[in-house]
């Protein structure tokens, strides 16, 4: 079975722009978290959709974003780049069967945001 | 204040040593979780999960969790150096913890 796929893996932008990012999760896994990973924060959750409806969200601004298609792709858009934006960027799927307690999460490559 | 603390280390081991990590967490709700191994550069995977009091294990890894003491820890027996990255902790709700480096010298 295919893993999580994120693309791009890296990406370049300059303050001010929008970025777009995608996840592709595996097969049947209903639930895509993103997540934002730098050296001096870790790893911070953003948010999390499951069935084309955001679930769960994290601390972020109102300029981080995201979506669920009903294929349960997932897209994580950024408005109004700050330099501080610059992580990788982790998304991880879930089966989501039973209890969510239960639902271990598997990730992606990541994209690594670079903001000039 | 963070929800869930773990020590960032680096904690050092001798190769064939017991590592031990650990993590503590606020939620008193939090019902299972989780521990990923994240190497340079790489995503993170998960090792185990565990949701009961008590003791979990699975080859050389054994996962504890005393929720009494809002507590859950890690060890790895007879470390390795392909062991060495770093532990991440996370309850369900996936705030994950700082994470620890270990360290496996050989």
């Known amino acids: 079975k295919a893993g999580v796929t994120q693309t791009p893996r890296y990406l370049i932008k300059t303050r001010g722009q929008q970025v777009t990012l995608s996840c592709s999760p595996i097969s049947g896994h209903r639930s895509v978290s993103w997540y934002q990973q730098t050296p001096g924060q870790g790893l911070q959750f953003l948010f999390e959709?499951?069935?084309?409806?955001?679930?769960n969200k994290g601390n972020f601004p109102g300029r981080f974003s995201g979506r669920q298609f009903s294929n349960s792709r997932s897209e994580m858009n950024v408005s109004t780049l700050e330099l501080g934006d610059s992580a990788l960027y982790l998304c991880?799927?879930?089966?989501?069967?039973?209890?969510?307690?239960?639902?271990?999460?598997?990730f992606g490559p990541g994209t690594r945001l670079t903001v000039l | 204040q963070k929800e869930v603390e773990q020590n960032s280390g680096p904690l050092s081991v001798p190769e064939g040593a017991i590592a031990s990590l650990n993590c503590t967490y606020s939620?008193?709700?939090?019902?299972?979780f989780f521990w990923y191994r994240q190497y340079s550069g790489k995503s993170p995977e998960l090792i185990m999960f565990i949701y009961s009091n008590g003791d979990k294990e699975d080859g050389r890894f054994t996962a504890q969790l005393n929720k009494a003491s809002q507590y859950v820890s890690l060890l790895i027996r007879d470390s390795q150096p392909s062991d060495s990255a770093t532990y991440l902790c996370?309850?369900?709700?996936?705030?994950f913890g700082a994470g620890t480096r270990l360290t496996v010298k050989p």
């Open positions: 996370a309850p369900n709700d996936m705030r």
């Open positions: 959709y499951f069935s084309e409806t955001q679930r």
């Open positions: 991880a799927s879930s089966p989501s069967r039973g209890p969510p307690s239960y639902n271990e999460q598997f």
């Open positions: 939620d008193r709700g939090s019902q299972s």
